[in-house]
Nanobody, 129 residues
Framework: QLQLVESGGGLVQPGGSLRLSCAAS????????IGWFRQAPGKEREGVSC??????YYADSVVGRFTISRDNAKNTVYLQMNSLKPEDTAVYYC????????????????????????WGQGTQVTVSS
């Protein structure tokens, strides 16, 4: 059974940091683009950061603060979030989609088009003093 499980969310003060993890089971992430998305109360889901062999994408709101990375040996993708702001408060989801190769922008397309084939259950991130 293909499954994505997020972890690492929690309550943090403004300016703090968190690292989210997205662990895959039932399939190998090597061949997939992975994206982090978030949905705040009353707002639509948005792509935060996505990575594939051909592209890495960051939403304008997180450039310079968030970093996406992957450890294929651990079958896990991470989202390092620094300088957190109250507006980063949301449920964060990871998603996976088949990577179409280094000449394609699968990762960017995932985030911009807000799509993925497989989704995790989400982890809550709350930034508040």
């Amino acid at each position: 059974q293909l499954q994505l499980v997020e972890s690492g969310g929690g309550l943090v003060q403004p300016g703090g940091s968190l690292r989210l993890s997205c662990a895959a089971s039932g399939f190998t992430l090597d061949y997939y683009a992975i994206g982090w998305f978030r949905q705040a109360p009353g707002k639509e889901r948005e792509g935060v950061s996505c990575i594939s062999s051909g592209s890495t994408y960051y939403a304008d709101s997180v450039v310079g603060r968030f970093t996406i990375s992957r450890d294929n040996a651990k079958n896990t993708v991470y989202l390092q979030m620094n300088s957190l702001k109250p507006e980063d408060t949301a449920v964060y989801y990871c998603a996976a989609e088949v990577d179409l190769g280094s000449l394609m922008s699968t990762g960017q397309d995932m985030c911009v088009m807000n799509k993925g084939d497989y989704w995790g259950q989400g982890t809550q991130v709350t930034v508040s003093s």
